[in-house]
């Protein structure tokens, strides 16, 4: 069992930024890869944000040059930075983890999701 906790969201002005938190814990021997995804009013759940347990990362076109996603191994717990803030990035935000567990098991977990609004 892998538990994931958000925190960081809220309400910020356009331009603005946020740091988004999300720590795993549990039955984790190594982090695979963490991620963000978001999910605005009746649309579907998008990857925002990528990060292997090495460091590689990865980002949606739409959050490049804006959204920082960082790890920290020793803590389990992933960040995303995010800068210069549109309302269009208003949304549910998840975060994502792929683990490998004390057992050597594969598990794909989730966040509860953290709101984030971009609004003057």
């Known amino acids: 069992q892998v538990r994931l906790v958000e925190s960081g969201g809220g309400l910020v002005q356009p331009g603005g930024s946020l740091r988004l938190s999300c720590a795993a814990s549990?039955?984790?021997?190594?982090?695979?890869?963490m991620g963000w995804y978001h999910q605005a009013p009746g649309k579907q759940r998008e990857l925002v944000a990528a990060?292997?347990?090495?460091?590689?990362?990865s980002y949606d076109y739409s959050v490049r040059g804006r959204f920082t996603i960082s790890i920290d191994n020793a803590q389990n717990t992933v960040y995303l930075q995010m800068n210069s803030l549109k309302p269009e990035d208003t949304a549910v935000y998840y975060c994502?983890?792929?683990?490998?567990?004390?057992?050597?098991?594969?598990?794909?977990?989730w966040g509860q999701g953290t709101q984030v609004t971009v609004s003057s």
């Open positions: 994502n983890a792929v683990v490998i567990t004390q057992t050597g098991d594969i598990l794909r977990s």
């Open positions: 549990g039955s984790i021997r190594s982090i695979n890869a």
């Open positions: 990060i292997t347990g090495g460091g590689t990362t």
